[in-house]
Nanobody, 122 residues
Framework: QVELLESGGGWVEQGGSLRLSCEASGNPVAIYAMGWYLQAPGKKREPVAVISNDGNINYKDSVKGRFTVSRDNAKNTVILQMNRLEPEDTGVYYC????????????????WGHGTPVTVSS
């Protein structure tokens, strides 16, 4: 089965930086996309940065210009470099691997890490 191992969360002052890393293991059917989702306190989980195999990248509007997502396909790893952090960035960040589920393809799954918490203080 597919496992996602996340690291890099922590506490930081407003304006600081963190680097999140997620490495996938196991044997996914395919890797259509990998990315990071944020669940802020009391809110729904939402995508922050997702990169697909065709190179397309989608960022949450509020992180554009501050966060950078990248992939190392050979190592099945996705990185999120987070700069100029704001208190609104606080929450648990979850790594996601999409085999193609989001396209509606039959028999494909999405996998989630356990989450790494990020706290940004003002």
């Amino acid at each position: 089965q597919v496992e996602l191992l996340e690291s890099g969360g922590g506490w930081v002052e407003q304006g600081g930086s963190l680097r999140l890393s997620c490495e996938a293991s196991g044997n996914p059917v395919a890797i259509y996309a990998m990315g990071w989702y944020l669940q802020a306190p009391g809110k729904k989980r939402e995508p922050v940065a997702v990169i697909s195999n065709d190179g397309n990248i989608n960022y949450k509007d509020s992180v554009k210009g501050r966060f950078t997502v990248s992939r190392d396909n050979a190592k099945n790893t996705v990185i999120l470099q987070m700069n100029r952090l704001e208190p609104e960035d606080t929450g648990v960040y979850y790594c996601n691997l999409d085999e193609g589920f989001s396209t509606g393809a039959i028999g494909l799954s999405m996998y989630w890490g356990h989450g790494t918490p990020v706290t940004v203080s003002s």
